[in-house]
């Protein structure tokens, strides 16, 4: 009968915690803002701005302890899949939802920039001491095979001042879908017909020669452990473990090192074409001090939001991060967002709403 | 003869020294993991890890107090869905159904369930709990692992109540009681403690399920009862430090595993020592 006792404890205790996570009045009903109202916000998506969402997530929530939101970085394909059946209230993507998913949808959906990435090629060539450059057909053709020493006569020409060794090339890449492969392929589909005939643009792809490493950890060992192997990588994660990154040669012809500033610029060259809905690619953009490897991530929301609260509190968040959160982006190395397009967002914000009514 | 003799001596000897050498192996292993788990993750199992809620990526401090806690909740309701379930098909199998055409049907559909894949269950799950209340949810996820338990449940028991003698049966149908008496009152007290040490390794087996909560119960950066809102796990938690790039995170995916192991072996010896009654298991 011991058995039964416990079992009533059990249910007895279920049934306090059901109870109980509803209306939580000793925290909530003392607040000063009376219409504050306890939500829990569900997002879930792209790994690549977690570690920023998260810290984002921290400070926001210290200011507005009515508010919890609860981040989990799944990926972006998978982000994007359950923010589509509105399983979570915002989801989270590196690569911007193509026209058949978002007229699959069931609302309006509305992309949110948050900040920018941007991709560098790191390499291993232990001759090697100073910064090799790149050019973008160059990339290209190293992806493809074509180019397989790194002493090939077109690597030779663009580094006249280093002395490139006669090793083979071992190509690196994602074995996982993600955003990083999303945009390094955007711009080789960008530079390079062909890349954009045979290989193409995604999360994954069919990579013609290399091997796979999961995550950027992943292809940053195996690049560190290979010598003579090229591989790439998010910025944030390249500075942040102090890999050895190529200069790249960017549309007007200057070579530039990733940085966030070259992020920026490459953001700012292509604001004036940004699109309304805000889905756009930064790959190869034009400016002297562009990084052409770049690109936006996302924060997917519904335009008609279907509860008023968690919609309100999501829209203040995002209005939050955007204005507020740009000194904590340059910290973790994020490009934050141009002016031009923050007022664009600005726009979208200010577009949710509830019964035809803004939410913000 | 004598060249015969020694030749079976030597056959013998070699195949009890290889039951041997598998004995010490299994139980070597055993200790090799459990001593692994707890050397990374002993210095990390402070105060912290079980009261705090976690820190921001890359962020120092933080503990997983709310995946204990959501990981317990999980438990509990696979539990209250598995264990009812998992009996009640057992005692079917085995009393009611036992020959009949029904009961090889019910058995055959128990033995596919244990062999569908964990995952498949979480899916199963998600596009009929999560899609239609339009969260991920602890009730989802104690469903998934719930539905997991029943096969392992009722086939132990099964097994179980066929150990119980056919006399203790006719005994008590000889005096009078009604059948549904004797399973009650006879068998099922009879066969208590290997039908509870089979729920136990059915919880244990469910305890490290990641895959079925990926669509079910998600997680849950906060500290969060609540059985509608997405709920924090030890193995969900594992896996997600321990596939981070930060030091500090894998240290505290080894506690989460120290803390899981820890949980688990408890549950199966207090079992063995409160479980009353005679063990038809050895």
Redesign the interface.
Same mark, same amino acid.
């Given at each position: 009968m011991?058995i039964r006792g416990l079992l009533v404890v059990?249910?007895l205790?279920?049934l306090w915690?059901?109870g109980?996570?509803?209306g939580q009045p000793g925290r909530g009903g003392g607040d000063d803002a009376p219409e504050a109202k306890k939500v829990?916000i569900?997002g879930?998506g792209a790994s690549f701005p977690?570690?920023l969402y $998260?810290?984002w997530?921290?400070e926001y929530c210290k200011l507005n302890k009515n508010v919890?939101i609860?981040?989990? $970085?799944?990926g972006s394909g998978a982000g994007i899949q359950q923010f589509s059946?509105?399983?979570?209230d915002f989801g989270g993507t590196d690569a911007p939802m193509p026209d058949d998913q978002l007229a699959r949808a069931p609302g309006e959906v509305l992309h949110i920039p948050t900040v920018m990435g941007a991709v560098a090629v790191t390499y291993n060539i232990p001759e090697v001491k100073g910064k090799i450059k790149l050019s973008p057909d160059v990339l290209a053709d190293i992806y493809q095979g074509r180019i397989a020493k790194w002493n090939d006569r077109r690597l030779e020409e663009l580094n006249t001042e280093v002395k490139l060794p006669d090793r083979s090339i071992l190509v690196v890449h994602r074995s996982d879908g993600s955003g990083t492969t999303n945009i390094f392929t955007d711009y080789l589909s960008s530079v390079s017909p062909e890349w954009r005939q045979k290989v193409g643009q995604g999360t994954a792809v069919d990579w013609p020669v290399g091997v796979g490493g999961k995550?950027?950890?992943g292809v940053s060992r195996q690049v560190q452990a290979t010598e003579g192997s090229i591989g790439y990588v998010e910025l944030a994660?390249a500075l942040l473990n102090r890999l050895p990154f190529a200069l790249l040669k960017n549309s007007s012809g200057q070579f530039v090192e990733p940085s966030v500033e070259g992020t920026i610029f490459a953001a700012a060259g292509a604001a004036s074409n940004m699109p309304d809905d805000l889905r756009v690619s930064i790959v190869n953009a034009p400016g002297h001090k562009a990084y052409p490897i770049a690109g936006y991530t996302y924060i997917l929301v519904y335009k008609e939001q279907g509860d008023p609260d968690k919609g309100r509190e999501l829209a203040r968040f995002l209005w939050w991060a955007i204005h507020e959160g740009d000194q904590m982006a340059n910290d973790?190395h994020y490009a934050p967002l141009p002016g031009e397009v923050q007022k664009k967002v600005e726009e979208k914000l200010k577009s949710i709403h509830f019964k035809g009514k803004s939410l913000l | 003869m004598k060249i015969l003799e020694n030749h079976r001596l030597i056959w013998s000897r070699l195949m009890v020294g290889f039951c041997g050498l598998s004995t010490l192996l299994i139980s070597g292993l055993l200790l090799l993991v459990l001593g692994y788990i707890t050397l990374h993750g002993l210095p990390g199992a402070n105060l912290n890890f079980f009261t705090r809620l976690p820190?921001?990526?890359?962020?120092e401090g933080g503990g997983l107090a709310q995946a204990v806690a959501g990981s317990f909740?999980l438990i509990?309701?696979a539990c209250?869905i598995g264990i009812p379930w998992g009996i009640g098909a057992g005692i079917f199998l085995s009393e009611v159904g036992k020959d009949s055409w029904w009961g090889e049907g019910v058995r055959f559909a128990v033995d596919v369930l244990s062999g569908v894949p964990s995952i498949i269950t979480g899916i199963f799950v998600?596009s009929i709990l999560?899609?239609k209340l339009?969260?991920?949810s602890a009730l989802a996820g104690g469903v998934a692992l719930g539905i997991i338990m029943v096969p392992l449940v009722a086939r132990n028991t099964e097994g179980i109540l066929q150990l119980v003698p056919q006399g203790l049966r006719e005994a008590a149908l000889a005096l009078g009681l009604p059948f549904w008496k004797v399973i009650l009152k006879i068998i099922l007290p009879t066969a208590a403690r290997g039908i509870g040490i089979g729920v136990t390794l059915a919880v244990a087996g469910v305890a490290g399920e990641t895959a079925p909560l990926?669509f079910t119960s998600?997680?849950?950066?906060?500290w969060?009862?609540?059985?509608?809102?997405?709920i924090a796990s030890l193995p969900m938690e594992i896996f997600?430090y321990a596939?981070a790039?930060f030091a500090a995170w894998h240290e505290l995916a080894w506690t989460g595993a120290l803390v899981l192991i820890t949980i688990v072996v408890s549950g199966m010896l207090l079992a063995r020592i409160?479980l009353p009654g005679y063990n038809f298991r050895r």
């Open positions: 011991r059990f249910i205790f279920l915690t059901a109980g996570c509803g829990l569900n879930a977690n570690p $998260s810290r997530i921290a919890r609860n981040y989990q $970085s799944i059946q509105k399983v979570i995550g950027n950890e994660y973790l | 820190a921001p990526v890359g962020m909740i509990g309701l209250l998600y999560v899609v339009q969260s991920f990926f998600l997680s849950n950066n906060y969060s009862l609540g059985l509608l809102e997405p997600r596939t790039p409160l």
